[in-house]
């Protein structure tokens, strides 16, 4: 399975003067000299040339010493790049829109991006001349492909006819204004930052939305939480919705896989991360992507989402796994969650190991036995959340079986349990019974998809666990 090659880097040095400042969430301990923090989580110590570098929270890139520790705390998600005095052109930036019919939400798509040289791929429509008209009406221009190549093919069509240094790929159902794309191409004055997204929320038009469209409101696929950071597979956020993207043309080779017709967007940035680029995700800058109007075609696309595992396992390995976990907290959460008398000795062990092993890895410091105490419960708690999540979505099939045994439903409800609880914001704006019978429709189509794909491909890394072991970080 051919991939899409990437380009080879340039210079990338961060230009003078660029500014990174540590994140608020990041932990200073042993006076200073040691950072803890970031997505993975990592400890990371300053030499006394870096400290010195740092004005309390503030970087400025001046000499190799800044521009290295300015790499490190961008790269371990210590640090976010501060953008205020960059600014991008519109004649920098072209945007390229794949449309197959759908005119009236292309129209909507239009509207906003007003100033910018949009170029609107037409993938086969059945009725070209309506695409066209729309185009025509907001200034745009129109490339028509005789075939219908899918969403990777047209946005790559696209790509190769963009003579500015910047792409912007935009889809038919999404919303965004200019101003918001020539924002996030600031990101870009890092020259190894090949990529950027927004956060995509869900917008329903309905009136008034129906129970699944405020559900999707609430808790769209595509919004990946209000937190900027370096994308990569184990951050906090691992990929970028195709919805909504500004990219360095240079960097972007090929681009998209042509043969995926879903997760694309997910194989793109993963490739990119292994070539060396940058791929980052800006939660300060919001598009809006139109919610399903149908059941059956809100509960499609999360089976589509779903097939498109396999693929990307196939192609990265254990990257595509559904959960990442160390023993310790494996077996830990798993106790937790059958809630038996024996549960809390076995999740005491479990933290008592997670924390025996963060030991070895933390900084030597006065501090560090409360430090690695403090990981291990976090640590116990994800591990919780990504075990409910295997019975309910990914490994749903298993989880219907486990309902013919007392041990099985009583995980099964403590994992609804924990369900609740981690999207409590959405219960809170949607009602309980709502998000409950929403949240299993949205597991169930996904889950039933991830199977499907990992049959069909008979390719199962895609509904893996990915065991981890704690190791020091320099």
């Known amino acids: 399975m051919s991939a899409a090659p990437v380009a080879p880097l340039p210079d990338d040095r961060l230009p003078g003067g660029f500014e990174v400042r540590v994140r608020s969430d990041v932990r200073r301990i042993e006076a200073g000299r040691t950072l803890l923090g970031g997505s993975p989580l990592r400890s990371l110590r300053l030499s006394a040339r870096a400290r010195l570098a740092l004005d309390g929270d503030r970087l400025v890139v001046g000499d190799p010493t800044s521009e290295e520790l300015a790499r490190r705390l961008l790269g371990a998600n210590l640090a976010d790049p501060v953008l205020d005095g960059v600014h991008v052109t519109a004649a920098e930036l072209t945007v390229v829109v794949p449309v197959r019919d759908r005119p009236e939400q292309l129209g909507r798509a239009l509207a906003p991006l007003a100033g910018l040289r949009v170029l609107v ?54 919303q965004v204004d200019a101003a918001v794309l020539l924002r996030l191409a600031r990101h870009l004055v890092d020259p190894r930052v090949a990529l950027v997204g927004p956060l995509v929320h869900s917008r329903a038009r ?29 951050a906090a956020v691992a990929w970028l919705p195709s919805a909504c993207l500004v990219g360095r043309v240079a960097l972007l080779g090929a681009g998209f896989t042509e043969e995926m017709r879903v997760g694309e967007d997910v194989d793109l940035v993963w490739r990119l991360v292994a070539a060396g680029r940058v791929v980052r995700y800006e939660a300060g800058e919001t598009a809006w992507h139109d919610a399903r109007p149908t059941v059956a075609g809100w509960a499609g696309r999360k089976f589509l989402y779903g097939t498109g595992g396999a693929a990307l396992a196939a192609r990265h390995g254990s990257a595509g796994a559904v959960a990442v976990l160390s023993p310790a907290m494996a077996v830990a959460g798993a106790a937790v969650l059958l809630r038996r008398p024996w549960s809390v000795p076995v999740a005491v062990l479990g933290l008592a190991r997670a924390g025996q092993q963060l030991v070895g890895v933390l900084p030597d410091v006065p501090e560090r036995p409360a430090l690695a105490a403090s990981v291990a419960v976090r640590g116990l708690g994800w591990a919780v959340r990504q ?10 099939p298993l989880g219907v079986l486990a309902l013919g045994s007392r041990p099985g439903r009583r995980a099964l409800v403590s994992a609804v349990a924990v369900d609740l609880v ?35 491909e008979r390719e199962w890394r895609g509904l893996g666990v990915r065991v981890v072991r704690r190791r020091r970080t320099g």
């Open 206 to 234: 309905s009136v008034p939305p129906r129970w699944f469209e405020r559900y999707d409101a609430c808790s769209s696929s595509l919004a990946l939480g209000d937190r900027s950071c370096a994308v990569a597979p184990g």
């Open 121 to 174: 791929v037409d993938d086969a429509s059945h009725d070209p001349a309506a695409v066209a008209a729309v185009a025509a009406q907001h200034g745009a221009e129109v490339l028509a492909l005789p075939v219908n190549l899918g969403p990777a093919g047209a946005r790559n069509a696209g790509l190769r006819e963009v003579a500015t240094e910047y792409v912007g790929f935009v889809d038919s159902d999404v």
């Open 387 to 396: 075990e409910s999540a295997l019975l309910l979505r990914h490994w749903w």
């Open 422 to 456: 981690v999207h409590r914001d959405v219960v809170r704006r949607t009602g309980l019974l709502r998000t409950l019978v929403a949240r299993r429709v949205d597991d169930l189509a996904y889950g039933a998809g991830l199977w499907v794909g990992a049959v069909r």
